[in-house]
């Protein structure tokens, strides 16, 4: 292969008299000399015996490396951590998860630079593993990089709930709470929820990002909606193998990818099939990494513009499986390329544009991915929100929603486990407005999911009795009338801080406002009086919530110098 578009980093380490250590180290870990005179490339792989949407990727990471073989390239693999959203669900351990999103493209960021490889491959399937590693590619984007997804897991069948997941599982303990469903029951749902490796097989957090990679062109095409456990998905990485050395032979790097314009195609898919709140922080963090100029303003710009096509669980009708056979993300693409909403010359990981791409595609079920002249709605599945109660925004996903518009009383808690705790106790009435505060990225710290307290509403059959507000996050899970990434956060004076019980709480999606109704006199009042609540934090809790920026800003902890 000739390299003359593109100058390998591991010459540097690699090339001349005295690195003879280097490269005696190197053959040390079973490489060759003639391996040290081809391009290394690195592969975080996220794969361990912890999580199920993880358990399968050794293999994923093998079918990688047969591919960069095949291309004339050595692969040279490392582990990144990964957390469990939903093991870590509920308990103090969601606040790591968020955290981990950071530290995993941290770590990428040193294992690539100190040992100068000379391109990237990451593999993961979960929600905070996936923008981990893309913040990593979108830092060092001169480097040459690619995104393997972990595939989709099957959905599970119960008499008592139909084709389900893991996420009608965490709803499942409310109903047994509430005396709909035996212990029996319970046990039967959560034997047979996790069948197969990958992510939880509805449109959560995962899947959503996986879909992201592939919408952003820095993941082949077709490759964010295959079964985990599919020969389709080997293959599909074998030649993601094969495609990092054509991106080093044409010197395409990352940065050449993950542009503005990319950015908004990526917005663009996640809008029209509805996908997790979370996709907002977790875009705005890989453009801040990538140098690029993104703010809610223009997610909102396309929100007023892409309509919802596609109708998923949580909330909708459909899982992975059924988005699948309908023809995945391309079809998608198709549509909103068709009706001027994509940018098609954007460039991708094939060495080609979104245009060149999707012209093989085809949509196989128009009922499961619509026309747009026959949307699901004619607004976009998420929206956001702003007001006296979120100067700098909100996030809420409408897709589901029968309720666009909500009043009523405030009910206000300090922590996920003092608002799980009233619910579990029938303290929760029809018409109220929860606001779970001090849960944002520094005040948790960590900005924890509350999938818990969210499930349990719907168990307790208030999801569209209640309203629920909070500076935390939402799992892809959830569904209601939710608003999070209130912004400012309370523990930065944001005016959640100084909700009180009884205070009126106005949200209308249409008009895209979150207002406390109560004076601005009112509101400076309490202020004067608030202070934020001490506590001690060690290890890396305590850098996180020093490092974390706003919710609104992707909660990033990335620093100007």
């Known amino acids: 292969m000739v390299h003359s578009k593109y100058v390998l980093p591991s010459r540097v380490v690699i090339e001349g008299v005295e690195r003879a250590p280097h490269r005696a180290l190197l053959m040390g870990s079973g490489l060759s000399r003639g391996d040290l005179s081809k391009p290394i490339i690195a592969i975080a792989n996220s794969f361990n015996d912890i999580v199920p949407g993880h358990i399968h990727l050794d293999k994923i990471g093998l079918a990688v490396k047969e591919g960069i073989r095949e291309g004339g390239g050595v692969p040279l693999s490392f582990n990144t951590i990964a957390v469990c959203d939903g093991i870590a669900m509920g308990h103090g351990g969601m606040k790591y998860s968020l955290p981990s999103r950071d530290l995993i493209a941290d770590s990428i960021e040193i294992m690539v630079r100190s040992h100068g490889l000379d391109a990237l491959i990451g593999i993961a399937t979960c929600d905070k593993i996936i923008p981990g590693m893309i913040m990593a590619m979108a830092r060092m984007n001169d480097l040459p990089s690619i995104f393997v997804p972990g595939g989709y897991m099957s959905p599970s069948y119960h008499p008592k709930l139909g084709k389900y997941a893991v996420g009608e599982v965490f709803e499942a303990v409310g109903a047994y709470l509430s005396g709909k469903l035996t212990e029996i029951d319970l046990q039967e749902i959560e034997r047979l929820a996790v069948p197969t490796p990958g992510a939880c097989p509805g449109l959560y957090t995962a899947n959503t ?65 509805g996908g997790s709140t979370n996709f907002i922080i977790h875009i705005l963090a890989i453009a801040a990494e990538a140098g690029i100029k993104l703010g809610l303003e223009d997610i909102d710009r396309l929100c007023k513009k892409v309509p919802q096509i596609v109708s998923m669980k949580p909330g909708g009708m459909y899982y992975m499986d059924d988005f699948d056979r309908a023809g995945g993300v391309p079809a998608v693409m198709k549509r909103l390329l068709e009706a001027g909403i994509l940018n098609g010359d954007a460039l991708t990981v094939t060495c080609k544009t979104v245009k060149e791409n999707i012209e093989e595609y085809r949509i196989y079920d128009e009922n499961i991915i619509r026309p747009l002249n026959r949307p699901i709605h004619d607004k976009a599945g998420l929206v956001i929100l702003w007001g006296n109660l979120a100067p700098k925004g909100a996030v809420v996903k409408i897709s589901g929603l029968k309720k666009f518009k909500f009043r009523g009383p405030a009910k206000v808690f ?45 168990g307790k059959g208030l999801g569209e009795e209640v309203a629920l507000v909070t500076d935390g996050r939402f799992s892809g899970a959830t569904r209601g009338l939710m608003i999070g990434h209130v912004s400012p956060e309370a523990a930065e004076g944001g005016p959640i801080a100084i909700v009180r019980n009884g205070d009126i709480i106005n949200i209308d999606t249409y008009s895209q406002r979150l207002e406390v109704e109560i004076s601005q006199e009112e509101l400076e009042q309490r202020f004067k009086k608030w202070k934020p609540p001490k506590r001690r934090l060690k290890g890396v809790l305590a850098k996180y919530a020093l490092l974390a920026k706003s919710p609104d800003r992707g909660a990033i902890t990335i620093t100007e110098t």
């Open 414 to 458: 300090n922590s996920e486990e003092e608002a799980f705790k009233a619910i579990k106790e029938d303290l929760i009435e029809k018409g109220d407005v929860v606001v779970i505060r001090y849960e944002g990225p520094k005040g948790g710290p960590g900005m924890r999911e509350m999938l818990q307290v969210t499930a349990a509403l719907i």
């Open 209 to 273: 990002m996986q879909i992201t990679a592939e919408a952003l062109g820095i993941a082949l095409p077709r490759s964010a909606a295959l079964p985990a456990y599919s020969s389709l998905l080997l293959a599909k990485s074998r030649e993601a193998g094969k495609a990092i050395m054509r991106l080093i032979e044409d010197g395409i790097k990352a940065k050449d990818i993950l542009t503005y314009e990319a950015f908004m195609n990526a917005i663009a898919v996640n809008l029209a099939i």
